[in-house]
Nanobody, 122 residues
Framework: QVQLVESGGGLVQTGDSLRLSCVVLGGVFVNYAMGWFRQAPGKEREFVAA????????YYLDSVKDRFTISRDNAKSTVFLQMDSLKPEDTAVYYC???????????????WGQGTQVTVSS
């Protein structure tokens, strides 16, 4: 049984940084492309970033690509999302996801974490 556990969320101010982590338990981490999605109140879940199993290819949402960096440590079965220059519009629950291929759509990811709240105050 594959389990994803996120951590690192919190309450920060505009311009601050946060690093989210997600550890994958019970699966073969290098088999998975990993992604981060977010859902703000009253909005649909949206893609944020994804990274191939090699770590050599990544996709980003346009509005975050100059501020967020996705990375992974295959030895630790962990994916990270470094978020810099945070803005109030980044406020959302952030979800980690694992799938068989690098993609931007949630349907390509089969396993999901429980989410971690990120709140950016103005």
């Amino acid at each position: 049984q594959v389990q994803l556990v996120e951590s690192g969320g919190g309450l920060v101010q505009t311009g601050d940084s946060l690093r989210l982590s997600c550890v994958v338990l019970g699966g073969v981490f290098v088999n998975y492309a990993m992604g981060w999605f977010r859902q703000a109140p009253g909005k649909e879940r949206e893609f944020v970033a994804a990274i191939a199993w090699t770590g050599l290819r990544a996709y980003y949402l346009d509005s975050v690509k100059d501020r967020f960096t996705i990375s992974r440590d295959n030895a630790k079965s962990t994916v990270f999302l470094q978020m810099d220059s945070l803005k109030p519009e980044d406020t959302a629950v952030y979800y980690c996801a694992a799938g068989g291929e690098l993609a931007r759509t949630s349907s390509k990811f089969h396993y999901w974490g429980q989410g971690t709240q990120v709140t950016v105050s103005s």
